[in-house]
């Protein structure tokens, strides 16, 4: 197979010679591309030309070889090929591809990341090639923080919680974090091939699970858009919270990203409030009228569909839209009136990767709701080995009536705990055209993966009956709406289990005295007789 690719790439090679010259320098910035370009031409350069050169050969063929593990087969090899040749001839007559022109195709996207922390997931991502890369939140760990202590004279967590566990820092200790993560080795080589956006989620906002409350959220706003290369003047940075939206590609190929802020307006984590505040409610109003887009990839911090909540009770919250049901229904009916076609959502933040599907929403269509958490801070990585079983574990045992359960997952609760980024990969080119939905891990490998045509993405595609009552149904009935025999499992299996440990010794105890007495009563019979 290797050979097969080989020769492919060789022969592909050798016809499209004048495409191949370009590619390397695709993505620099344009002033490195036109030195680069006039540089091409004194022989002087000839040397760094070759090497360039040769190492996107080699290039090509590592990812030739890494397609063909994916068993994606040959001609999505001769694909990429075409779609790279195109870009760079495209860059070779026009010289500068604007970002309306370019088509997308390629799309990462992750969430999480503890500047302080070492981040070989970089290479992962700059290996996958990706267009635009969107930061989903926690960009950064500004909040200082205290371990949990349940007792002692600082108490963090627990029913005697004095302390609080998370506070803000000042703006030049959030600035310095901010410098830290970007200069990272990996994550500025990226930047050099790759349009980064995003938007943030609470720490980098500030502190574990702020809201519209924190006093600093303009400071922050501002730290936050530097990290990103905002420009100076740029409306992003006058107006109220970090929300944006992107549109890449001509009409038919066309995508948008929609980047929510769930923070800066958020009212109190209980209050079924306000997510995003109504001036950011109009704005997305006016995003998703415009209807110019075949994909709309919404970017929120927090998970949309999944209502992790609702099943972990008593022991766990999950921040989530969930959490918000008036909200959540709003931005449902909002895609709903407008017809908005190819809704895909992004979320992080919940430090492990999950894919969920709700085919009930207002919209007729299936909406995808594609998590990945974790660049550095995932769940069974942060925690000893046997908490990560016990986790891996309850991923499994815990009912989810939203989550994608197919034989593309790595594990059987198609959940994976550990550090991961997602991809979206649009296949425009077939027909009808291809959506690929991953995560993947910390060598690009997918972990979990749905694929679907855009043309189910579509009002109507998909015209679901009401559900009956006390119905269950995988993919509509929600979570809250689980019977209570099924959504309590967590809790019940807990408590059973205590129950046992702590019987159990009882039991044993008192057998082990009736043993005994038995013993002494048959001892004192003998003796007797
Ligand atoms: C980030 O990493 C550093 C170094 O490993 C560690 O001390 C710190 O606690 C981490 N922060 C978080 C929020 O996990
Ligand atoms: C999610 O679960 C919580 C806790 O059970 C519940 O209050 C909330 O209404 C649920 N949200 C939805 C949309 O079902
Ligand atoms: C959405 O589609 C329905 C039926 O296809 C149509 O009646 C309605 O006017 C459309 N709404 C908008 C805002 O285009």
Redesign the pocket.
């Known amino acids: 197979m290797l050979c097969c690719t080989w020769l492919v790439a060789s022969v592909t090679f050798f016809l499209s010679a004048p495409g191949w010259l370009l590619v390397p320098i695709r993505r620099e910035d344009h002033d490195n591309d036109r030195k680069q370009v006039e540089g091409l031409k004194s022989k002087k350069k000839s040397a760094t030309f070759l090497l360039n050169l040769l190492l996107f050969y080699t290039r090509m063929l590592w990812q030739g070889a890494v397609y063909i593990s994916e068993g994606k087969g040959l001609w999505s090899i001769v694909a990429v090929i075409r779609r790279r040749t195109a870009v760079a001839l495209a860059s070779f007559t026009k010289y500068e591809l604007k970002q309306e022109e370019a088509v997308v195709s390629r799309v990462a996207f992750g969430s999480c990341a503890n500047q302080s922390a070492p981040q070989p997931i970089w290479t992962a991502i700059s290996a996958f090639d990706p267009q635009v890369f969107i930061w989903l939140g926690d960009n950064i760990y500004a909040d200082a923080k205290l371990p949990v202590r349940f007792i002692g004279r600082k108490r963090t967590s627990g029913p005697f919680k004095n302390t609080p566990r998370f506070w803000p820092v000042s703006a030049e200790e959030m600035q310095k974090k901010y410098m830290m993560a970007k200069s990272i080795s990996g994550y500025s080589a990226l930047r050099k091939t790759t349009q980064i956006i995003g938007t943030w989620d609470d720490h980098d906002y500030g502190m574990n699970d702020a809201g519209k409350e924190l006093s600093s959220k303009d400071v922050s706003q501002q730290l936050m858009l530097d990290f990103l290369d905002e420009p100076k003047d740029s409306p992003r940075r006058k107006q109220k919270g970090v929300y944006a939206s992107y549109t890449y590609g001509p009409i038919g190929k066309r995508i948008k990203v929609i980047l929510l802020d769930t923070r800066y307006h958020r009212d109190a984590i209980f209050s079924n409030g306000a997510m995003l505040g109504e001036t950011q409610w109009a704005w997305l109003e006016r995003e998703l009228k415009k209807g110019d887009a075949q994909l709309n990839i919404i970017a929120s911090s927090i998970q949309v569909i999944s209502n992790m909540s609702a099943v972990v009770r008593p022991f766990f919250h999950v921040e989530s839209w969930s959490n918000f049901p008036a909200e959540q229904e709003r931005l449902y009916k909002l895609i709903a009136?407008?017809?908005v076609s190819g809704v895909i959502f992004i979320s992080g933040d919940v430090h492990f990767c999950e894919i969920t599907r709700f085919e009930c929403a207002p919209v007729e269509y299936p909406l995808f709701d594609l998590t990945s958490s974790g660049l550095t801070q995932a769940v069974e990585e942060l925690t000893n080995p046997v908490i990560a079983s016990v986790l891996r574990f309850a991923a499994w045992f815990v009912p989810n009536t939203m989550r994608v359960y197919n034989s593309h997952c790595r594990y059987k609760s198609c959940v994976y705990g550990k550090r991961n980024f997602g991809t979206l990969e649009i296949d425009w080119d077939a027909d009808p055209v291809m959506i690929a939905m991953s995560v993947r891990d910390i060598f690009g490998s997918r972990v979990s993966s749905v694929e679907v045509p855009l043309s189910m993405l579509q009002?109507?595609a998909l015209k679901r009956e009401p559900l009956k009552r006390g119905e269950v149904r995988r993919h509509c009935t929600l979570d809250a709406d689980l019977p209570w025999t099924r959504k309590y499992l967590l809790a019940y299996s807990f408590f059973g289990l205590c129950l046992v440990m702590t019987a159990s010794p009882c039991l044993i105890s008192y057998m082990a005295f009736n043993k005994l007495r038995v013993r002494r009563r048959r001892g004192q019979n003998q003796k007797a007789d």
Request: proline share 20%; aromatic share 20%.
């Open positions: 009136d407008y017809n009002p109507g």
